[in-house]
């Protein structure tokens, strides 16, 4: 089965820009992650949808940060404007419906964002 | 508030030789534990992972994990490392009120040498 899709692979844009990822979850699955990895860091949990509902967003920076996930399928990740501190690599996972495969989460090739 | 420490910031091993990484974790209760591997350019690759029962828990790769409960730790160990697992490997505990939701440790970068 096709892994989770996510584009670009790399982004270079000044601070004040904003920018767009996006990202397409395994075939049937109904939860959907998008993560930070800051260098150095350990990956964290921005926000995490179930079909296209937000089960988590309490570390998404809200004034910056915009997620949404249409349809239950595909999901973007936005951030307007950027600033030199959201330079990091940023992962989108996918896991089946619950029930299916506790925790086991699937991860994609991530997008690297530097901020200049 | 749950939390994940990997004490070891980078690790250099023999190819052949037997490899420990180290995992802390601070929880309320029965944790949930994963080890995850990530390799360069790539997404992160579960190892293994522990919710109940028997505390040697076996993985792919050959990768095993220990969860000792009074030392609060979930150690990975493989008997002889190979070239391709120079890596970086995270250890991950479940969120108390989200069990979907992974909290990471700062990673562990494996280097192996012929």
């Known amino acids: 089965e096709a892994g989770v899709a996510q584009s670009p692979r790399y982004k270079i844009i000044e601070k004040r820009q904003s920018v767009a990822f996006w990202c397409n979850p395994i075939?049937?699955?109904?939860?959907l992650y998008w993560y930070q990895q800051i260098l150095g860091q350990g990956p964290k949990l921005l926000i995490q949808?179930?079909?296209?509902?937000?089960?988590?967003d309490s570390q998404l920076p809200k004034d910056r940060f915009s997620a949404e996930r249409l349809k239950g399928v595909d999901s973007t990740l936005k951030i307007q404007p950027a600033k030199l501190e959201d330079s990091a690599v940023y992962l989108c996972?996918?896991?089946?419906?619950?029930?299916?495969?506790?925790?086991?989460?699937?991860f994609g090739p991530g997008t690297r964002l530097t901020v200049t | 508030a749950q939390s994940v420490t990997q004490p070891d910031i980078h690790i250099t091993v023999s190819e052949g030789a037997s490899l420990e990484l180290r995992c802390n974790y601070s929880?309320?209760?029965?944790?949930?534990l994963f080890w995850y591997v990530q390799s360069p350019g790539q997404g992160l690759q579960l190892l293994l992972k522990?919710?109940?029962?028997?505390?040697l828990v076996q993985g792919i790769k050959g990768f095993e994990a220990e969860f000792k409960r009074s030392q609060s730790s979930f150690n990975l160990r493989k008997p002889s490392v190979h070239w391709s697992d120079a890596a970086e490997y995270f250890c991950?505990?479940?969120?108390?009120?989200?069990?979907?939701?992974?909290?990471f440790g700062t990673g562990t970068r494996l280097q192996v040498f012929p």
């Open positions: 929880y309320g209760a029965t944790p949930y």
């Open positions: 996972a996918s896991s089946p419906p619950p029930g299916t495969g506790l925790n086991e989460q699937y």
């Open positions: 522990y919710f109940s029962g028997d505390t």
């Open positions: 075939s049937g699955h109904a939860t």
């Open positions: 949808f179930q079909n296209n509902g937000v089960v988590d």
């Open positions: 991950a505990v479940a969120g108390y009120y989200n069990t979907d939701k992974l909290i």
